[in-house]
Protein backbone atom coordinates (compact mmCIF):
# COMPACT_ATOMS: atom_id res chain seq x y z
CA UNK A 1 0.00 0.00 0.00
CA UNK A 2 1.59 3.18 -0.75
CA UNK A 3 1.99 6.44 1.47
CA UNK A 4 -0.36 7.79 -0.07
CA UNK A 5 -3.46 5.25 1.24
CA UNK A 6 -4.40 4.63 4.60
CA UNK A 7 -5.91 1.51 5.11
CA UNK A 8 -8.90 0.84 6.90
CA UNK A 9 -8.75 -0.27 10.37
CA UNK A 10 -10.31 -3.70 8.90
CA UNK A 11 -7.43 -4.38 6.38
CA UNK A 12 -4.97 -3.78 9.34
CA UNK A 13 -6.73 -5.91 11.34
CA UNK A 14 -4.82 -9.69 12.08
CA UNK A 15 -6.64 -12.52 13.95
CA UNK A 16 -5.73 -12.11 18.11
CA UNK A 17 -4.14 -8.80 18.03
CA UNK A 18 -5.69 -6.12 20.30
CA UNK A 19 -5.35 -2.87 22.10
CA UNK A 20 -5.95 -3.69 25.60
CA UNK A 21 -7.38 -6.61 27.69
CA UNK A 22 -9.95 -6.11 30.57
CA UNK A 23 -9.51 -8.59 32.92
CA UNK A 24 -12.86 -10.54 32.72
CA UNK A 25 -15.98 -9.40 34.26
CA UNK A 26 -16.59 -12.17 35.50
CA UNK A 27 -20.22 -12.62 34.00
CA UNK A 28 -20.53 -16.39 33.05
CA UNK A 29 -21.61 -17.18 29.52
CA UNK A 30 -24.51 -18.93 30.63
CA UNK A 31 -26.06 -15.68 32.24
CA UNK A 32 -25.53 -13.63 29.26
CA UNK A 33 -28.02 -16.16 27.31
CA UNK A 34 -30.11 -16.04 30.53
CA UNK A 35 -30.34 -12.38 30.66
CA UNK A 36 -30.56 -10.93 27.67
CA UNK A 37 -33.94 -11.96 25.75
CA UNK A 38 -33.42 -14.00 22.90
CA UNK A 39 -34.27 -11.88 20.02
CA UNK A 40 -32.34 -9.51 20.90
CA UNK A 41 -28.72 -11.97 20.65
CA UNK A 42 -27.44 -11.68 16.92
CA UNK A 43 -26.52 -14.70 15.43
CA UNK A 44 -23.06 -13.86 14.75
CA UNK A 45 -20.48 -11.99 16.50
CA UNK A 46 -20.27 -8.52 15.22
CA UNK A 47 -17.12 -8.02 13.07
CA UNK A 48 -14.41 -5.70 15.14
CA UNK A 49 -11.09 -4.96 13.97
CA UNK A 50 -8.53 -6.72 15.62
CA UNK A 51 -5.00 -4.48 15.92
CA UNK A 52 -2.51 -3.30 18.25
CA UNK A 53 -2.25 -0.42 20.27
CA UNK A 54 0.65 0.75 18.31
CA UNK A 55 -1.33 0.11 15.01
CA UNK A 56 -4.07 2.05 15.77
CA UNK A 57 -2.84 4.91 17.05
CA UNK A 58 -0.05 5.13 13.96
CA UNK A 59 -3.35 4.80 11.94
CA UNK A 60 -5.22 7.70 13.53
CA UNK A 61 -2.06 9.98 13.75
CA UNK A 62 -1.85 9.32 10.19
CA UNK A 63 -5.32 10.22 9.21
CA UNK A 64 -5.16 13.79 11.44
CA UNK A 65 -1.61 14.83 9.63
CA UNK A 66 -4.06 14.59 6.38
CA UNK A 67 -6.35 16.87 7.60
CA UNK A 68 -6.52 20.59 8.01
CA UNK A 69 -7.83 21.28 10.94
CA UNK A 70 -8.13 24.96 12.76
CA UNK A 71 -5.15 24.56 14.51
CA UNK A 72 -2.72 24.23 11.62
CA UNK A 73 -3.68 27.29 9.85
CA UNK A 74 -6.64 29.86 9.02
CA UNK A 75 -10.18 28.56 8.18
CA UNK A 76 -12.02 31.52 6.79
CA UNK A 77 -15.11 30.28 6.74
CA UNK A 78 -17.85 32.57 6.35
CA UNK A 79 -21.16 32.26 8.30
CA UNK A 80 -19.71 29.15 9.75
CA UNK A 81 -16.84 31.07 11.84
CA UNK A 82 -14.47 28.53 12.91
CA UNK A 83 -12.14 30.38 14.89
CA UNK A 84 -8.87 29.03 16.88
CA UNK A 85 -10.13 27.79 20.29
CA UNK A 86 -8.24 28.41 23.67
CA UNK A 87 -6.78 25.46 24.99
CA UNK A 88 -7.68 26.54 28.80
CA UNK A 89 -11.45 26.46 27.42
CA UNK A 90 -10.59 22.75 26.82
CA UNK A 91 -8.84 22.22 29.92
CA UNK A 92 -11.43 23.56 32.01
CA UNK A 93 -14.25 22.04 30.56
CA UNK A 94 -12.04 18.75 31.41
CA UNK A 95 -11.96 19.15 35.15
CA UNK A 96 -13.64 16.14 36.22
CA UNK A 97 -15.73 18.15 39.01
CA UNK A 98 -17.38 19.12 35.39
CA UNK A 99 -16.78 16.38 33.01
CA UNK A 100 -17.47 13.43 35.24
CA UNK A 101 -20.45 14.36 36.95
CA UNK A 102 -23.97 12.75 35.26
CA UNK A 103 -26.51 15.05 33.99
CA UNK A 104 -29.35 13.22 36.42
CA UNK A 105 -27.08 13.64 39.69
CA UNK A 106 -29.54 15.19 41.97
CA UNK A 107 -29.58 18.95 42.73
CA UNK A 108 -27.61 18.92 46.12
CA UNK A 109 -24.95 17.02 44.57
CA UNK A 110 -24.64 19.14 41.13
CA UNK A 111 -24.90 22.94 43.20
CA UNK A 112 -21.67 24.21 41.04
CA UNK A 113 -22.67 22.67 37.88
CA UNK A 114 -26.11 24.81 38.19
CA UNK A 115 -23.96 27.99 39.40
CA UNK A 116 -22.15 27.69 36.38
CA UNK A 117 -25.31 27.43 34.44
CA UNK A 118 -27.17 29.89 35.65
CA UNK A 119 -23.84 32.54 35.48
CA UNK A 120 -24.12 31.35 32.09
CA UNK A 121 -27.40 32.15 31.36
CA UNK A 122 -26.87 35.84 33.56
CA UNK A 123 -23.94 36.44 31.15
CA UNK A 124 -25.34 35.80 28.03
CA UNK A 125 -28.44 37.93 29.02
CA UNK A 126 -26.20 40.76 29.61
CA UNK A 127 -24.11 40.20 26.37
CA UNK A 128 -27.22 40.17 24.07
CA UNK A 129 -29.48 42.97 26.24
CA UNK A 130 -32.30 40.10 27.14
CA UNK A 131 -34.10 38.71 30.57
CA UNK A 132 -33.50 34.74 30.36
CA UNK A 133 -32.18 31.91 28.55
CA UNK A 134 -32.25 28.32 28.05
CA UNK A 135 -29.27 26.66 27.46
CA UNK A 136 -30.63 23.33 26.13
CA UNK A 137 -30.60 23.81 22.41
CA UNK A 138 -27.76 21.92 21.00
CA UNK A 139 -27.04 24.12 18.59
CA UNK A 140 -27.57 27.18 16.23
CA UNK A 141 -30.91 25.29 14.28
CA UNK A 142 -32.02 23.96 17.36
CA UNK A 143 -32.18 27.02 19.00
CA UNK A 144 -34.24 28.56 15.77
CA UNK A 145 -36.20 25.98 16.33
CA UNK A 146 -36.95 26.45 19.86
CA UNK A 147 -37.39 30.20 19.05
CA UNK A 148 -40.64 29.56 16.78
CA UNK A 149 -41.94 27.30 18.82
CA UNK A 150 -41.53 30.29 21.70
CA UNK A 151 -43.18 32.85 18.78
CA UNK A 152 -46.25 30.23 18.61
CA UNK A 153 -46.47 29.21 22.26
CA UNK A 154 -46.68 33.51 22.79
CA UNK A 155 -48.73 34.05 19.87
CA UNK A 156 -51.44 30.69 20.61
CA UNK A 157 -51.63 32.17 24.18
CA UNK A 158 -52.78 35.47 23.41
CA UNK A 159 -55.38 33.49 20.82
CA UNK A 160 -53.55 35.18 18.08
CA UNK A 161 -53.54 32.21 15.08
CA UNK A 162 -51.11 33.82 12.71
CA UNK A 163 -49.72 31.64 9.70
CA UNK A 164 -46.16 33.62 8.08
CA UNK A 165 -42.80 34.46 9.59
CA UNK A 166 -40.35 37.19 7.55
CA UNK A 167 -36.88 35.94 6.39
CA UNK A 168 -34.84 38.31 3.99
CA UNK A 169 -33.92 36.55 0.72
CA UNK A 170 -29.82 36.73 2.21
CA UNK A 171 -30.67 34.57 5.29
CA UNK A 172 -29.07 30.97 5.71
CA UNK A 173 -31.07 27.97 4.75
CA UNK A 174 -31.34 26.84 8.49
CA UNK A 175 -33.53 30.39 8.79
CA UNK A 176 -36.29 28.54 6.42
CA UNK A 177 -36.32 25.14 7.65
CA UNK A 178 -37.20 26.16 10.86
CA UNK A 179 -39.91 28.16 9.83
CA UNK A 180 -40.97 24.86 8.09
CA UNK A 181 -40.09 22.88 11.28
CA UNK A 182 -41.78 25.52 13.81
CA UNK A 183 -45.35 24.88 11.46
CA UNK A 184 -45.22 28.30 9.88
CA UNK A 185 -44.99 29.68 6.26
CA UNK A 186 -42.23 31.57 5.07
CA UNK A 187 -42.36 34.76 3.48
CA UNK A 188 -39.25 36.34 1.57
CA UNK A 189 -38.08 39.85 1.99
CA UNK A 190 -35.80 41.15 -0.58
CA UNK A 191 -32.56 42.90 -0.18
CA UNK A 192 -31.96 46.19 -1.25
CA UNK A 193 -29.47 47.64 -3.37
CA UNK A 194 -27.20 48.42 -0.14
CA UNK A 195 -27.32 44.66 0.85
CA UNK A 196 -29.51 45.12 3.95
CA UNK A 197 -33.67 44.58 4.06
CA UNK A 198 -35.74 46.51 1.71
CA UNK A 199 -37.89 48.26 4.27
CA UNK A 200 -40.54 49.31 1.44
CA UNK A 201 -40.72 45.82 0.53
CA UNK A 202 -40.72 44.69 4.23
CA UNK A 203 -43.85 46.88 5.19
CA UNK A 204 -45.85 45.40 1.80
CA UNK A 205 -45.33 42.09 3.79
CA UNK A 206 -46.40 43.20 6.94
CA UNK A 207 -50.44 42.40 8.25
CA UNK A 208 -51.59 41.01 11.20
CA UNK A 209 -51.27 37.83 9.80
CA UNK A 210 -47.36 37.82 10.43
CA UNK A 211 -45.82 36.27 13.54
CA UNK A 212 -42.68 37.43 13.28
CA UNK A 213 -39.18 37.74 11.47
CA UNK A 214 -35.70 36.17 12.05
CA UNK A 215 -32.82 38.19 11.19
CA UNK A 216 -29.07 37.78 11.44
CA UNK A 217 -27.72 41.50 12.02
CA UNK A 218 -25.23 41.70 10.71
CA UNK A 219 -26.49 39.91 7.65
CA UNK A 220 -25.02 37.02 5.98
CA UNK A 221 -23.56 39.34 3.70
CA UNK A 222 -21.68 40.62 6.59
CA UNK A 223 -23.47 44.18 6.48
CA UNK A 224 -25.33 45.84 9.34
CA UNK A 225 -28.44 46.34 9.20
CA UNK A 226 -28.95 50.16 9.43
CA UNK A 227 -32.55 50.04 9.55
CA UNK A 228 -33.01 47.68 12.23
CA UNK A 229 -34.58 50.59 14.88
CA UNK A 230 -37.34 51.30 12.02
CA UNK A 231 -37.67 47.45 10.72
CA UNK A 232 -38.36 46.58 14.42
CA UNK A 233 -41.03 49.49 14.59
CA UNK A 234 -43.04 47.94 11.73
CA UNK A 235 -43.14 44.41 13.03
CA UNK A 236 -43.89 45.29 16.37
CA UNK A 237 -46.72 47.45 15.28
CA UNK A 238 -48.66 44.19 13.61
CA UNK A 239 -47.78 42.17 16.63
CA UNK A 240 -45.15 40.33 15.13
CA UNK A 241 -41.92 39.14 17.52
CA UNK A 242 -38.17 39.67 16.03
CA UNK A 243 -35.90 37.23 16.59
CA UNK A 244 -31.96 37.52 16.05
CA UNK A 245 -30.33 34.80 14.37
CA UNK A 246 -26.87 35.08 16.36
CA UNK A 247 -24.61 33.24 14.30
CA UNK A 248 -22.58 36.65 13.52
CA UNK A 249 -22.41 37.86 17.35
CA UNK A 250 -18.94 38.20 17.13
CA UNK A 251 -19.02 41.29 14.98
CA UNK A 252 -20.77 43.38 18.15
CA UNK A 253 -19.76 41.90 21.13
CA UNK A 254 -19.60 44.75 23.66
CA UNK A 255 -20.64 47.39 21.00
CA UNK A 256 -23.90 46.93 20.10
CA UNK A 257 -27.06 44.35 21.93
CA UNK A 258 -29.70 42.60 19.80
CA UNK A 259 -32.08 43.57 22.75
CA UNK A 260 -31.25 47.31 22.13
CA UNK A 261 -31.98 46.89 18.85
CA UNK A 262 -35.42 45.43 19.66
CA UNK A 263 -35.49 41.62 19.06
CA UNK A 264 -37.18 39.76 21.28
CA UNK A 265 -35.75 36.24 20.82
CA UNK A 266 -31.86 35.47 20.53
CA UNK A 267 -30.49 32.21 19.64
CA UNK A 268 -26.57 32.53 20.06
CA UNK A 269 -24.26 30.08 18.68
CA UNK A 270 -21.70 29.20 21.64
CA UNK A 271 -19.72 27.40 19.17
CA UNK A 272 -18.93 30.30 16.50
CA UNK A 273 -18.79 33.42 19.09
CA UNK A 274 -17.61 31.93 22.14
CA UNK A 275 -14.78 29.32 20.87
CA UNK A 276 -16.58 26.09 21.44
CA UNK A 277 -14.56 23.63 18.77
CA UNK A 278 -17.05 23.46 16.11
CA UNK A 279 -16.67 20.79 13.22
CA UNK A 280 -17.67 17.49 12.06
CA UNK A 281 -21.61 18.52 13.30
CA UNK A 282 -20.93 18.89 16.55
CA UNK A 283 -21.26 19.04 19.71
CA UNK A 284 -22.62 22.70 19.31
CA UNK A 285 -24.71 24.62 21.66
CA UNK A 286 -27.01 27.51 20.74
CA UNK A 287 -28.75 29.09 23.98
CA UNK A 288 -31.69 31.40 23.03
CA UNK A 289 -32.71 34.25 25.60
CA UNK A 290 -35.47 36.58 25.38
CA UNK A 291 -36.80 39.82 26.23
CA UNK A 292 -39.07 39.42 30.00
CA UNK A 293 -42.77 38.48 28.27
CA UNK A 294 -41.34 35.39 26.91
CA UNK A 295 -39.35 34.76 29.81
CA UNK A 296 -42.24 32.19 31.02
CA UNK A 297 -42.48 30.26 27.71
CA UNK A 298 -38.79 29.31 28.25
CA UNK A 299 -37.42 25.32 28.26
CA UNK A 300 -37.27 23.76 31.41
CA UNK A 301 -36.23 23.03 33.83
CA UNK A 302 -33.48 26.17 34.45
CA UNK A 303 -31.63 26.26 37.67
CA UNK A 304 -32.87 28.99 39.81
CA UNK A 305 -32.06 29.55 43.49
CA UNK A 306 -34.99 28.97 44.61
CA UNK A 307 -33.74 26.31 47.62
CA UNK A 308 -33.56 26.24 51.18
CA UNK A 309 -30.19 29.44 52.21
CA UNK A 310 -30.03 30.27 48.39
CA UNK A 311 -29.52 27.10 46.97
CA UNK A 312 -29.75 26.26 43.13
CA UNK A 313 -32.96 24.03 42.23
CA UNK A 314 -34.37 22.99 38.71
CA UNK A 315 -37.79 25.22 37.94
CA UNK A 316 -39.64 24.87 34.75
CA UNK A 317 -40.87 28.11 33.86
CA UNK A 318 -44.55 28.75 34.27
CA UNK A 319 -46.15 28.70 30.51
CA UNK A 320 -42.76 26.50 29.39
CA UNK A 321 -42.94 24.31 25.56
CA UNK A 322 -40.94 21.90 27.31
CA UNK A 323 -38.05 20.24 26.76
CA UNK A 324 -35.90 20.66 23.34
CA UNK A 325 -33.22 18.43 24.97
CA UNK A 326 -32.50 14.90 27.05
CA UNK A 327 -30.58 16.87 29.49
CA UNK A 328 -29.29 20.17 30.31
CA UNK A 329 -27.53 20.95 26.87
CA UNK A 330 -24.20 20.33 25.36
CA UNK A 331 -23.03 20.83 28.99
CA UNK A 332 -19.47 20.74 28.52
CA UNK A 333 -19.42 23.02 25.31
CA UNK A 334 -21.56 25.43 27.55
CA UNK A 335 -18.21 24.84 30.07
CA UNK A 336 -16.12 26.05 27.49
CA UNK A 337 -17.81 29.09 26.30
CA UNK A 338 -18.51 30.36 29.89
CA UNK A 339 -14.20 29.85 30.41
CA UNK A 340 -13.69 31.86 27.20
CA UNK A 341 -15.99 34.50 27.94
CA UNK A 342 -14.13 34.80 31.77
CA UNK A 343 -10.86 34.88 29.91
CA UNK A 344 -11.63 37.73 27.98
CA UNK A 345 -14.19 39.93 30.02
CA UNK A 346 -16.28 42.74 29.13
CA UNK A 347 -13.36 44.62 27.39
CA UNK A 348 -11.55 41.85 25.64
CA UNK A 349 -15.04 40.33 24.13
CA UNK A 350 -14.86 43.98 22.91
CA UNK A 351 -11.77 43.58 21.38
CA UNK A 352 -12.96 40.10 19.88
CA UNK A 353 -15.63 42.19 18.01
CA UNK A 354 -13.03 44.77 16.88
CA UNK A 355 -10.12 42.55 15.58
CA UNK A 356 -12.97 40.60 13.86
CA UNK A 357 -14.14 43.78 12.12
CA UNK A 358 -10.67 45.09 11.06
CA UNK A 359 -9.28 41.65 9.82
CA UNK A 360 -12.55 41.46 7.65
CA UNK A 361 -12.57 45.09 6.26
CA UNK A 362 -8.79 45.11 6.01
CA UNK A 363 -8.93 42.12 3.20
CA UNK A 364 -12.39 43.54 1.63
CA UNK A 365 -9.87 46.53 0.70
CA UNK A 366 -7.12 43.74 -0.26
CA UNK A 367 -9.25 42.07 -2.61
CA UNK A 368 -10.58 45.04 -4.66
CA UNK A 369 -8.25 44.98 -6.83
CA UNK A 370 -8.90 41.31 -8.19
CA UNK A 371 -11.74 40.00 -6.71
CA UNK A 372 -15.48 41.72 -7.38
CA UNK A 373 -16.81 43.01 -4.18
CA UNK A 374 -20.62 43.47 -5.13
CA UNK A 375 -21.30 45.62 -1.70
CA UNK A 376 -18.26 47.45 -1.33
CA UNK A 377 -19.52 49.64 1.52
CA UNK A 378 -17.83 49.14 5.58
CA UNK A 379 -18.40 45.29 6.42
CA UNK A 380 -18.75 43.79 9.53
CA UNK A 381 -17.18 40.52 11.09
CA UNK A 382 -16.84 39.12 7.14
CA UNK A 383 -17.12 40.31 3.74
CA UNK A 384 -18.61 38.41 0.28
CA UNK A 385 -16.35 38.75 -3.06
CA UNK A 386 -17.61 37.56 -6.33
CA UNK A 387 -15.79 35.21 -8.97
CA UNK A 388 -18.29 36.58 -11.55
CA UNK A 389 -16.25 38.78 -13.56
CA UNK A 390 -12.89 36.43 -13.61
CA UNK A 391 -15.67 33.84 -14.48
CA UNK A 392 -16.63 35.67 -17.78
CA UNK A 393 -12.63 37.02 -18.28
CA UNK A 394 -10.60 33.58 -17.24
CA UNK A 395 -13.11 30.80 -16.92
CA UNK A 396 -12.57 30.25 -13.35
CA UNK A 397 -15.30 29.69 -11.02
CA UNK A 398 -15.58 30.23 -6.94
CA UNK A 399 -14.99 26.69 -6.38
CA UNK A 400 -12.05 27.21 -8.36
CA UNK A 401 -10.51 29.36 -5.82
CA UNK A 402 -11.58 27.48 -2.94
CA UNK A 403 -10.07 24.20 -4.48
CA UNK A 404 -6.90 26.29 -5.23
CA UNK A 405 -6.26 28.22 -1.84
CA UNK A 406 -6.14 24.66 -0.40
CA UNK A 407 -2.99 24.15 -1.94
CA UNK A 408 -1.77 27.70 -0.84
CA UNK A 409 -2.17 26.23 3.21
CA UNK A 410 -5.58 27.87 3.62
CA UNK A 411 -8.29 26.19 4.27
CA UNK A 412 -11.19 27.22 1.77
CA UNK A 413 -14.15 29.95 2.65
CA UNK A 414 -17.55 29.58 1.80
CA UNK A 415 -18.60 29.59 -1.55
CA UNK A 416 -21.38 30.44 -3.31
CA UNK A 417 -23.69 31.52 -0.34
CA UNK A 418 -25.42 33.71 -0.08
CA UNK A 419 -27.77 33.29 -2.61
CA UNK A 420 -28.19 36.55 -4.14
CA UNK A 421 -24.56 36.94 -5.05
CA UNK A 422 -23.18 35.11 -7.52
CA UNK A 423 -19.92 32.86 -7.71
CA UNK A 424 -20.04 33.79 -4.18
CA UNK A 425 -16.43 33.60 -2.15
CA UNK A 426 -17.89 34.73 2.11
CA UNK A 427 -15.03 35.26 3.84
CA UNK A 428 -14.25 35.04 7.54
CA UNK A 429 -11.06 35.53 8.64
CA UNK A 430 -11.97 35.82 12.18
CA UNK A 431 -10.78 37.88 14.89
CA UNK A 432 -8.31 34.80 15.97
CA UNK A 433 -5.83 35.53 13.18
CA UNK A 434 -2.46 37.79 12.96
CA UNK A 435 -2.43 40.64 10.92
CA UNK A 436 0.38 38.19 9.21
CA UNK A 437 -1.80 35.88 8.33
CA UNK A 438 -4.52 37.98 6.98
CA UNK A 439 -1.92 39.68 4.69
CA UNK A 440 -0.81 35.91 3.34
CA UNK A 441 -4.56 34.99 2.99
CA UNK A 442 -4.71 38.29 1.18
CA UNK A 443 -1.55 37.54 -0.96
CA UNK A 444 -2.79 33.78 -1.97
CA UNK A 445 -6.13 34.88 -3.04
CA UNK A 446 -4.64 37.49 -5.31
CA UNK A 447 -2.52 35.31 -6.81
CA UNK A 448 -4.92 32.81 -8.02
CA UNK A 449 -6.86 35.81 -9.65
CA UNK A 450 -3.60 36.88 -11.33
CA UNK A 451 -2.37 33.21 -12.43
CA UNK A 452 -5.72 32.56 -13.86
CA UNK A 453 -5.68 36.29 -15.77
CA UNK A 454 -2.25 35.32 -16.83
CA UNK A 455 -3.21 32.14 -18.63
CA UNK A 456 -6.66 33.55 -19.93
CA UNK A 457 -3.94 36.40 -21.18
CA UNK A 458 -1.82 33.19 -22.78
CA UNK A 459 -4.52 32.03 -24.83
CA UNK A 460 -6.34 28.15 -25.31
CA UNK A 461 -3.30 27.30 -26.86
CA UNK A 462 -1.16 27.59 -23.96
CA UNK A 463 -2.69 25.50 -21.92
CA UNK A 464 -7.03 25.65 -22.09
CA UNK A 465 -9.12 25.85 -19.07
CA UNK A 466 -7.19 27.50 -15.82
CA UNK A 467 -4.84 24.88 -13.95
CA UNK A 468 -6.87 25.92 -10.66
CA UNK A 469 -9.67 23.48 -12.39
CA UNK A 470 -7.21 20.65 -11.38
CA UNK A 471 -6.66 22.02 -7.78
CA UNK A 472 -5.74 20.80 -5.46
CA UNK A 473 -3.01 19.11 -5.99
CA UNK A 474 -0.75 19.03 -3.22
CA UNK A 475 -3.17 17.51 -0.47
CA UNK A 476 -3.55 13.99 0.17
CA UNK A 477 -7.24 13.98 -1.53
CA UNK A 478 -7.63 15.74 -4.82
CA UNK A 479 -10.88 17.20 -6.07
CA UNK A 480 -13.55 15.09 -5.07
CA UNK A 481 -17.38 15.15 -6.82
CA UNK A 482 -18.76 16.69 -4.05
CA UNK A 483 -22.68 16.57 -5.12
CA UNK A 484 -22.07 12.57 -5.46
CA UNK A 485 -20.68 12.28 -2.33
CA UNK A 486 -23.65 14.21 -0.68
CA UNK A 487 -26.01 11.79 -2.79
CA UNK A 488 -24.82 9.28 -2.17
CA UNK A 489 -23.28 8.82 1.30
CA UNK A 490 -21.66 5.55 2.47
CA UNK A 491 -20.21 6.45 5.92
CA UNK A 492 -19.68 2.86 6.96
CA UNK A 493 -17.45 -0.17 6.01
CA UNK A 494 -19.17 -3.63 5.92
CA UNK A 495 -16.11 -5.70 6.97
CA UNK A 496 -18.50 -8.46 6.24
CA UNK A 497 -18.65 -7.33 2.32
CA UNK A 498 -14.98 -6.94 1.72
C1 LIG B 1 -26.30 32.75 9.88
C2 LIG B 1 -26.43 31.35 10.44
N1 LIG B 1 -27.56 31.00 11.07
C3 LIG B 1 -27.72 29.77 11.59
C4 LIG B 1 -26.74 28.80 11.48
C5 LIG B 1 -27.00 27.43 12.06
O1 LIG B 1 -26.16 27.13 13.12
P1 LIG B 1 -25.76 25.60 13.45
O2 LIG B 1 -24.80 25.18 12.39
O3 LIG B 1 -25.12 25.64 14.80
O4 LIG B 1 -27.02 24.79 13.46
C6 LIG B 1 -25.55 29.12 10.82
C7 LIG B 1 -24.51 28.07 10.66
O5 LIG B 1 -23.54 28.18 10.00
C8 LIG B 1 -25.38 30.43 10.30
O6 LIG B 1 -24.26 30.78 9.69
Known sequence: MGRDEEPTLFELSAPGRSAASFRSTGVPEWAASELIPPGWL?????????????????????????????????????????????????????????????????????????????????????????????????????????????????????????????IPDSAHGTNPASVTLGGYEVTQVPSDDRGCVDVAALRERLDEDVAGIMLTNPNTLG??????????????????????????????????????????????????????????????????????????????PRPVRGGPDGAFTWERPARSIGRVHGWHGNALALARAYTYILLNGGDGLQRVAEAAVLNANWLRHRLRGSYDIPYDRPNMHELVASVQGLKKRTGLRAVD???????????????????????????EPTETESPETVAALGDA????????????????????????????????????????????LIPTWDARGS
Open 445 to 488: LERIAREAEAEAEAGPEAGGVPAAQAAPRTTPVGRVDEARAART
Open 223 to 300: LFEEDIVEIARSVHEVGGLLYYDGANLNAILGIVRPGDMGFDIVHMNLHKTFAVPHGGGGPGAGPVAVSERLAPYLPG
Open 42 to 166: RDEPTPVAEVSERDLVAHFTRLTHRQYAVDLGAYPLGSCTMKYNPKACDEAAALPGLADVHPAAPAPLTQGWMELLSDLDTILCRITGMHAATLQPAAGAAGELTGLLLMRAWHEDAGRQRRRVL
Open 401 to 427: VAKRLLEEGFHAPTTYFPLIVDEALMI
